[in-house]
């Protein structure tokens, strides 16, 4: 009996190993420009990045460079930490030092993990401190089941994703940069007297993709995020867990052919990306806090997560209607008022009259006077899109606390909302589009 017993066990053991490895395969495909998904498999299994955690990294260096923190031949020093990381690397010495468009070019196109952990060090101090910030970016962009632990993929049982979490990071890349997500189409480049080729080998054969990282580890399998362009079509594929790269390759590539016709033309791309089955642009993550008052708070945006399934047709409207939960209730909608009344009137609030037309979501604070501040920064910053739309604050309960939805609203139509979502995310605010209700 007790044999039979540690047979038994052992059977399970293998069993329930084989069952984790194959929840690792996952197929999606999105509809850049409005959200649609054409294809999906798996999506939000979890799995294991690879060298895809470099897209987090080379979009958390792309945003330093836009800020002035960094220069694109500002230097990289390598300490004896990222010196070592194993292949694929650069090779370069611990002491010595790179420029940030080598370490960039070293992450594209070799998938460089030493480039990686340099570049961590460099913005963050130490690696495991920029994993953290890329995690809080990540739940700030709405990847809410995606953790980082490292900078380039390394293996680490902690570092996990979805396939609709990197289509979400796909699209944002493409969105937010459009000009450096350029350098994701490069096929080798020159390194201290070495040529350096790519390795993405169905974008270089693959008509319209331009675009964007492959990723492998044992633990992984053969992963693959691509961008392809037919037309006036753009969508995000994303392939995870294939058993070799020639049979990935082959996924995506029916993947892309047998679904791309589904997709809308258009010159836009989302305001706001798709995440459980919602269009949900920095959602509130389960272990990132609600941000206190005014920049940081733009990252918190809250109560979408918990939300009916959005419709194919109704993608494009970025909106939801929320359902009633008790684990997440909406109070009333709560009118601007002025830092002098809340204090007294934000915690009976007022119920809107029938709204018409379009609104957006910028954020959501922790408090009623910080998503007001929010909302003054700005309609200041942008200008004429938000000139004569009246500002609200949403109270939304979650797991017993309340945060303040911040919203303009008073768009006669959808394409003069998405003009201001526009400008909103020009000037480095996230933006949710949505029909008014009543």
Known sequence: ????????????????????????SAQFLLDARTGEVLASENPDSPNHPASLTKMMTLYMTFDAIRRGQLSWDSPVPFSKYAATRPPTKLRVKAGDKITVREA?????????????????????????????????KARALGMSRTTFVNASGLPDDRQITTARDMST????????????????????????????????????????????????TNASGY???????????RVIGVVMGGRSAA??????????AGNIAKASGGSKLLASIAASGNIDI???????????????????????????????????NAYAKPVELATASIASDVPALSPEAQATDAAQPTKVGKARGWQIQIAAASSAQAAMELLADARAKVGAALDGHDTYTEAVTLDGSTFYRAR???????????????????????????????
């Open 1 to 24: 009996m007790k044999k039979l017993l540690i047979a038994l066990s052992f059977l399970m053991a293998i069993a329930s190993f084989s069952s984790q490895a194959q929840a690792g």
């Open 104 to 136: 960039v070019l070293g992450m594209i196109v070799q998938s460089a993990n030493d480039a990686a952990a340099a570049m961590a060090e460099k913005l963050g101090g130490t690696e495991e401190q920029f994993a953290a910030m890329m995690t809080k």
């Open 169 to 216: 990071l796909g699209i944002v890349l493409l969105r937010d940069f459009p000009e450096e997500y350029k350098l994701f189409n490069t096929k080798s480049f020159a390194f201290r007297g070495r040529t350096i080729n790519g390795h993405n080998n169905l974008m270089y054969r693959y008509k319209g993709m331009d675009g964007i990282k492959t990723g492998y």
């Open 223 to 233: 992963n693959l995020v691509s961008a392809v362009k037919d037309g006036n079509r």
């Open 247 to 256: 049979s990935r390759d082959k996924v995506m590539e029916k993947l892309i």
């Open 282 to 316: 920095a959602r509130l993550g389960d272990e990132i806090p609600v941000p206190a008052p005014r920049q940081d708070a733009i990252a918190a945006v809250i109560g979408m997560a918990k939300s009916t399934p959005v419709d194919a047709t109704r993608y494009g």
């Open 408 to 438: 303009f609203t008073g768009f006669g139509s959808k394409e003069q909302a998405r003009m201001a979502c526009d400008k909103l995310v020009k000037n480095r605010y996230d933006c949710v589009l949505m029909p008014s209700r009543g």
